[in-house]
Nanobody, 118 residues
């Protein structure tokens, strides 16, 4: 069973930037599957932030123009560059693997906390 491990969360001031990374234990996992970032803030449902595969990258409207998803298939990693962080962004961010764009994840990371101070 694949293990997804996130890193890069932390505390940042409003308007600042963070870069999250996700590493997959299974060879070629990032290449084969649709990879996604989800987030869940306290009291809210988990939401899809961005996804990437061979064909396309997608973003939630709330992060378009501020976040950039990327992947390194040689390193089997995925990243989320988050710029201009604001009060709507604090959450636990999860890396996930999906079989198809739009599908439900079948693999999850443990999550990494992002906190934004005003």
């Amino acid at each position: 069973q694949v293990q997804l491990v996130e890193s890069g969360g932390g505390l940042v001031q409003a308007g600042g930037s963070l870069r999250l990374s996700c590493s997959a234990s299974q060879v070629n996992f990032v290449l084969i599957y649709n990879m996604a970032w989800y987030r869940q803030a306290p009291g809210k449902e988990r939401e899809l932030v961005a996804s990437i595969d061979t064909f396309e990258s997608t973003y939630a409207d709330s992060v378009k123009g501020r976040f950039t998803i990327s992947r390194d298939t040689n390193e089997n990693t995925m990243s989320l560059q988050m710029n201009n962080l604001g009060p709507e962004d604090p959450a636990v961010y999860y890396c996930a693997g999906r079989r198809l764009q739009g599908g439900d994840p079948f693999a999850w990371g443990q999550g990494t906390q992002v906190t934004v101070s005003s």
